[in-house]
């Protein structure tokens, strides 16, 4: 079974600051792709960032990167220089092959507030 | 935009009806996933179409059905309708299915509210 843990419901940061969100998974899988997802105020479901398993370079977006630590299932979002319109859910996802089918499992969520 | 469109955006009905969401993919993508978020909750995972073809099934309920049509929009219908069923539904398209596809593009979603 698959499953996406995300134990941090609710974090603030200041603007301009530096935030790391957490996310665990577990899959028996060894080929996957790891996402973070933000969802707004507005609900629509964005993009962040995404990994690849077999690779252990940690991916990168401008002001969001990851800590991808594969041994420990562990695969944190850090967010730099925080900005207001960071204000969002985010959702750590695992995606894995099943038979040529695939779904991402998500997280719950955690709430990041950026503070002015 | 992602180029991803649900209809409609809001749905307010009764205990016991039966209401049908609907979901354009992007142009060229052929699979699309329905996923449900309830309050405050992650996506749960519901179902997958593939050109057409059911390609996977996640906690969907018995009540619940879908199908993707030729022209690769889909629809989610919800029948003898709860209270519990109320949350935000969204469709998301890829173009391809299985590892090869990295991304899927979610749409706005649909808010149902069961009265």
């Known amino acids: 079974a698959q499953t996406v843990t995300q134990s941090q419901p609710e974090m603030s940061v200041q603007e301009a600051e530096t935030v790391t969100l957490s996310c665990t998974y577990d899959t028996s899988e060894s080929n996957y792709y790891l996402f973070w997802y933000k969802q707004p105020p507005s609900r629509q479901m964005i993009l962040v960032i995404r990994?690849?398993?077999?690779?252990?370079q940690n991916a990168t977006e401008n002001r969001f990167s990851v800590n991808f630590q594969k041994a420990a299932k562990s695969f944190s979002l850090k967010i730099s220089d925080s900005q207001l319109g960071d204000t969002a859910m985010y959702f750590c996802?695992?995606?894995?092959?099943?038979?040529?089918?695939?779904?991402?499992?998500f997280g719950t969520g955690t709430r990041l507030t950026v503070i002015p | 935009d992602s180029g991803v469109t649900q209809t409609p955006k809001h749905l307010i009905t009764a205990t016991g009806q039966r209401v049908t969401l609907r979901c354009s993919p992007r142009s060229g993508d052929l699979s699309v996933y329905w996923y449900q978020q309830s309050l405050d909750q992650g996506l749960q995972f519901l179902i997958q179409?593939?050109?057409?073809?059911?390609?996977a099934k996640g906690n969907i309920l018995e009540r619940f059905s879908a199908q993707q049509f030729p022209d690769l929009h889909s629809e989610l219908n919800l029948s003898s309708l709860e209270l519990g069923d109320s949350a935000l539904y969204f469709c998301?398209?890829?173009?391809?299915?299985?590892?090869?596809?990295?991304?899927?593009?979610f749409g706005q979603g649909t808010r149902l509210t069961v009265v």
């Open positions: 996802a695992l995606l894995h092959d099943q038979t040529g089918a695939n779904n991402l499992f």
């Open positions: 998301a398209s890829s173009k391809l299915t299985g590892i090869l596809n990295t991304e899927a593009f």
């Open positions: 179409y593939y050109n057409g073809e059911e390609r």
């Open positions: 990994q690849e398993a077999y690779k252990q």
